[in-house]
Nanobody
Framework: QVQLVESGGGLVQAGGSLRLSCAASGNIFRINAIGWYRQAPGKQRELVATITSGGSTNYADPLKGRFTISRDNAKKTVYLQMNNLKPEDTAVYYC????????????WGQGTQVTVSS
């Protein structure tokens, strides 16, 4: 059973930083693209950033320069460093990954809440 477990969310003041982690577990053969999405109250889920197995990254344009995605393949973990946080960054942040286990599937984590106070 493949699982993605996020951690690192919380409450932070505007201008502060948080680092999210997402660890994959289970009988995993390979993790292809993995990344972060977020969903604010009343809004659709949106892309934050993704990273391929080779390390190529893709960011939502408004977040470039403030957010940095990275991955540790040995630990099967992806990170999201978020700096200069703004109240509009408040959302539930979800990890998403394309994983080869018994077969290829797309997986979501349960989400971690990030709240930025003004």
């Amino acid at each position: 059973q493949v699982q993605l477990v996020e951690s690192g969310g919380g409450l932070v003041q505007a201008g502060g930083s948080l680092r999210l982690s997402c660890a994959a577990s289970g009988n995993i053969f390979r993790i292809n693209a993995i990344g972060w999405y977020r969903q604010a109250p009343g809004k659709q889920r949106e892309l934050v950033a993704t990273i391929t197995s080779g390390g190529s990254t893709n960011y939502a344009d408004p977040l470039k320069g403030r957010f940095t995605i990275s991955r540790d393949n040995a630990k099967k973990t992806v990170y999201l460093q978020m700096n200069n946080l703004k109240p509009e960054d408040t959302a539930v942040y979800y990890c998403n990954a394309d994983i080869w286990a018994i077969n290829a599937n797309n997986y979501w984590g349960q989400g971690t809440q990030v709240t930025v106070s003004s």
